[in-house]
């Protein structure tokens, strides 16, 4: 079977910095999402793969904009000490609102440095600001389940479960 609208996909990839080679993720065991436009993947790898087969690989290059985004320099912020609590640490995650921002969007803020008066805090996802490769190779494609199509994303193994 080919990958097409509605099918689900099954996948092993690894995720590289393209600037400094480094491997950034590895998925051993296998992924699986709802092809056609269910926001289960990089549009650009969902585009790349389209048509494929079990065992084909494929090798994608994305720009930080079809990736993890730009680094937005805005989205760091240094906050009053007092409002975080007495065991704050460097890697930890907050959610807030961004600054200036009145609707109800909220971002994860990951600690980056802590001292006696403040805590700087970066709402950037981690992998922001870099070019990366998705490359991978299909383990499985078969039709999605009339409730995986409803729900947008896949149930049982390899996928989300209720």
Not at 82 to 104: I, K, L
Not at 134 to 160: C, M, N, P, Y
Request: proline content about 4%; hydrophobic content about 35%; aromatic content about 8%.
């Amino acid at each position: 079977m080919k990958i097409a609208k509605d099918t689900v996909v099954s996948l092993r990839y690894e995720l590289t910095d393209v600037t400094e080679g480094a491997i950034l993720e590895k998925a051993d065991d296998p992924i699986s999402y709802v092809h056609g436009g269910y926001d289960g993947i990089f549009p650009a790898v969902e585009e790349a793969i389209h048509g494929k087969n079990v065992g084909d690989k494929f090798s994608v290059t994305m720009e930080p904009d079809d990736a993890f985004g730009e680094y937005e320099h805005d989205l760091v912020r240094a906050e009053p000490r007092d409002m975080f609590p007495g065991d704050v640490a460097v890697g930890m995650q907050f959610e807030g609102g961004a600054e200036g921002d009145d609707d109800e969007d909220f971002l994860l803020y990951t600690v980056v440095e802590v001292n006696d008066k403040e805590v700087t805090v970066d709402g950037n996802h981690p992998l922001a600001g870099k070019t990366i490769r998705f490359e991978g190779v299909i383990s499985d494609v078969r039709a999605a389940t009339k409730e995986e199509l409803e729900h947008g994303h896949v149930h049982g193994d390899g996928g989300h479960h209720h």
